[in-house]
């Protein structure tokens, strides 16, 4: 029985749709199966040949041809595939019906005939799994004729609709990607804003570390500390006086604080200036005759409620800011005036020359005799924000000691000419000899 139901599939398979087409016959009635030879296995699914149109075919043309060919050929075996599986189902359960049938007659019939199954595969898998082999090597190959059309067919040479859709997934794949920066943008913009201060506040505090540390490691001071130095202006000429090597940056606020100690009458004259170009009076600290103390801000005037006269010791730091031209004096610690309006949204101008003991009429020069600061002086120190009040009470109580970020107190950022002389002193001590 079962060579007879393997020749039956196999004829199926061989023969394609013809059983497919048959009508299912009504209970009761016999089938006469009939074997096939084995070369009518071919022939149920001949491959027509693709007539190539025209003359010869430049390459690019041909592997297309071929391409199109292989795909047909696939698409027709898949069919094949289809109606063979179709047909033994069919013809499965029109055997399952025989079998139930009284069948020792139609055996002994079929024993009767040649048999010539023997020669063709028994089981119908079989077929099946040559068939899918054929169309998996027939697939291989579609896909080598592919990659090989991609290499030497340029991208112009592709059809338009391939071509289209091409350009419609780069379009969508750039916008993805232009949206994506745009939003990295954005989160890089508002964490720069957020951080942007504070980030500032700390390089400028990395930035005068690093100059401090610099100017220490360079400098050979003859002091015991480079800071514990004072400059000694004992006449009131126009020649004394000491520079700053260092300049300002552009300002906005500004704390400048240092120790005097003056018993010149009248007047102490100049502790120091600071002038740019196209104004001399940037920024002054003068007593001049029997005035007070005045701070001149790009050449506006402020008085000051200070008294230091009087040859001992004493520690000044003045404050001021652009917004709205507020300013503070401390003496010795202890806040003793504060106005507004000196100068305001006035930025102090960068790059100019910071003088000790002169007033300049010029950048640098021209100085007036009446008007030069006649004493001592240490710890003049520029910070560029407003120092707070606390601060600066430690730093006159000598608890604390903050250089500068901006102009600091060492020996080789200053220099003295004309019979100036830079002296060893520790103000702090030298303060407790003057109570």
């Known amino acids: 029985m079962l060579p007879v139901v393997a020749g039956l599939l196999l004829a199926v398979a ?8 048959e009508q299912e016959s009504p209970p009761g009635s016999r089938f006469v199966c009939t074997s096939l030879p084995l070369d009518a296995a071919g022939a149920g699914c001949p491959l027509p040949p693709v007539p190539m149109q ?34 033994i189902r069919e013809l499965t359960g029109k055997l399952s ?9 139609w055996k002994k019939e079929m024993g009767k005939g040649k048999d010539t199954m023997g020669d063709l595969p028994r089981d119908p898998a079989q077929v099946i799994d040559q068939l899918s082999r054929t169309m998996q090597t027939l697939k291989d190959r579609l896909e080598s004729l592919e990659h090989q059309l ?6 112009a040479a592709l059809p338009n609709d391939l ?9 969508d794949l750039e916008r993805q990607l232009l949206s994506k920066v745009a939003e990295l943008e954005d989160e890089k913009s508002l964490l720069h804003n957020e ?15 690093l100059e401090r540390v610099s100017e220490l490691e360079k400098g050979s001071s003859a002091f015991k500390s480079p800071d514990e130095f004072k400059v000694s202006l004992p006449l009131r000429t126009n020649y004394l006086y000491g520079k700053i090597k260092k300049t300002l940056p552009e300002l906005y606020a500004f704390t400048v604080c240092l120790w005097l100690r003056s ?7 100049t502790p120091f200036s600071y002038a740019v170009p196209g104004q001399a009076n940037e920024i002054v600290l003068i007593e001049w005759g029997n005035n007070p103390i005045e701070l001149l801000i790009n050449d506006k005037v402020a008085q000051l409620p200070l008294f230091i006269s009087d040859g001992k010791w004493h520690h000044i730091c003045i404050t001021w800011t652009t917004r709205d031209g507020m300013w503070e004096a401390f003496q010795d610690g202890e806040k003793l005036g504060t106005g507004e309006n000196l100068a305001p949204w006035h930025p102090i101008k960068p790059g100019g020359v910071l003088i000790l003991g002169q007033e300049q009429d010029t950048v640098g020069g021209r100085f007036d005799a009446t008007q030069a600061f006649v004493g001592d002086m240490s710890q003049f120190n520029i910070w560029d924000r407003v120092l707070k009040a606390e601060d600066i009470m430690n ?14 107190w060492v020996d080789n950022n200053v220099d003295v000419f004309g019979g100036a002389t830079k002296w060893p002193v520790e103000t702090c001590e030298e303060r407790l000899l003057d109570l």
Request: charge should be positive; glycine fraction near 12%; include cysteine.
């Open 14 to 21: 061989a023969g394609g749709r013809g059983a497919a087409g």
């Open 54 to 87: 025209g003359g010869a075919l430049p390459p690019e043309e041909e592997l297309k041809a071929t391409v199109l060919q292989l795909r047909e050929t696939v698409l027709q075996q898949k069919e094949t595939i289809g109606s063979q599986r179709e047909a």
């Open 97 to 105: 019906r025989c079998e139930s049938t009284d069948g020792k007659p």
């Open 150 to 155: 991609r290499a030497n067919v340029s991208y």
């Open 163 to 171: 071509r289209e859709m091409l350009q419609r997934r780069l379009g």
């Open 195 to 209: 951080t942007s201060a504070h980030r500032q506040k700390t390089e400028t505090a990395l930035n005068a570390l």
């Open 263 to 269: 018993s010149a009458s009248p007047g102490i004259g």
């Open 395 to 408: 730093i006159a109580n000598c608890s604390t000691n903050m250089p500068g970020n901006i102009i600091p």
